[in-house]
DNA sequence: GAGCGTTTTTATACACGTAAGAAAAGTTAG
DNA sequence: CTAACTTTTCTTACGTGTATAAAAACGCTC
């Protein structure tokens, strides 16, 4: 890891890349092949450089992708017209988070992160906590009020792209829809009921619906 | 993959390994080494065979992880008793499935599956689907509110499960401390305040609260 | 300029998941 | 018995992330 204050000028060996390329070179293999061709020895030889040597400068391929995130939300996160009501301010908050990490679905292995602690993100976060706390909730409660709202929308995020890629990938589609054919009616009523439209009524976007719904509960709590 | 049905007796050289036995000796090494020690080559070593013959009773290595998973559920999952009250059945379903879950955190990999469909966990979804239908909901609100809750439950542990692999892993956390440190707090208030009791707050397990909230919410919906 | 300390880069190597195809071990038809 | 066919297993090989240690490139001091 490169020192940000280094007591002499330069000390040692000049580097000949650094992190700021290496994201930069990511970010271009990311969105020209897709990040499943983001290799360490594809993005060391576009750089000009060797494998182990992006190791200097990033710990792991982990925290590349964590780097590449936050490079994309500073890029994109753009801060929305905020409305003056509290509640439609934590709802557009988040909506506009999740939406624009739903736009870019090659995150979803590093979406497990426990925050988004992008600086360029955390403005956001503040906009749900101070939502809520106008709302009447204690800080320590609007704490919790925003970790509830994020665990749902990274749920949501993770979960819907990892069933895009696994329909994309192969056909265990099939498999689920044979469970739901072959449900006993006796045993599951409900789930046989809506058996037939069980894959497109989970396929239905309905972020919105369920964030407002957790919002109003988080605010009618006492 | 074999075919359950064949239609002559047996036909082809005869299987030396099983999908269940497969299954079998994976899980013993999970619990005795953790999933990271499961490799298939050394799956397949300890079963007696050779890593590519594991391949022809199983598709890919998520699929091993997800049918672990599933073993897991029919193994540890039991129905506990079912208020009548609809609203209480909700929270008691997928709070049992919750604490399952969470308590075997190497399922994190898998557990972006959209949804759980281990036939053992149904009855779950059942139950929530059925009391969020008492509570007035229509069939297919009753779905949505099923999806929410998963997102929500699976969101939690995912995140709180990273969160907790990268805190034994290394010191990123250190990483956190420092950007709530350099809060500005005329820019971001609330964020400021709440600083020093970040940590804390969001180590508290309030899966409950946040559930109740979103039931709640779903169902004061109209 | 020769050595030294520091930092970055490179070379080599290992374990992993798994693709591709050859080999093996059965049953059945002639 | 032999040959064809089927299913499972084994051999080999590739690309991956990255650990380890050596090498290289700089400023510094004598």
Chains 1, 2 share one sequence.
């Not at 293999?29 to 060391?44: K, N, Y």
């Not at 490079?71 to 905020?82: G, K, N, S, W």
Request: one cysteine or more; proline letters at 6%; a neutral charge.
């Amino acid at each position: 890891m490169p020192q940000p204050s280094a007591p002499r000028k330069t000390l040692g060996r000049p580097p000949r890349i650094s992190r700021e390329a290496i994201i930069e070179t990511a970010r271009r293999i990311v969105t020209e092949a897709g990040v499943d061709r983001l290799t360490m020895r594809r993005l060391a030889t576009e750089i000009g450089s060797t494998p182990m040597a992006l190791y200097h400068h990033v710990r792991d391929k982990e925290e590349l992708l964590v780097l590449l995130l936050d490079d994309y939300a500073t890029r994109t996160l753009r801060r929305p017209e905020i409305p003056v009501d509290p509640r439609e301010r934590i709802v557009v908050a988040a909506t506009t988070i999740h939406q624009a990490l739903a736009a870019c679905p090659w995150i979803v292995e590093v979406l497990t992160a426990d925050d988004l602690m992008s600086t360029s993100a955390l403005w956001f976060v503040e906009q749900i906590v101070d939502g809520l706390v106008e709302c009447g909730l204690s800080p320590d409660r609007a704490v919790h009020g925003y970790r509830a709202i994020w665990y749902y929308t990274a749920g949501e995020i993770v979960v819907r792209a990892t069933a895009a890629r696994r329909r994309a990938h192969d056909d265990r589609a099939t498999y689920r829809e044979q469970v739901f054919a072959d449900l006993d009616p006796n045993e599951l009523p409900r789930l046989a009921q809506v058996a037939d439209r069980w894959a497109p009524l989970t396929a239905q976007d309905t972020y919105l619906d369920g964030l407002r719904a957790l919002v109003d509960g988080l605010l009618t709590s006492r």
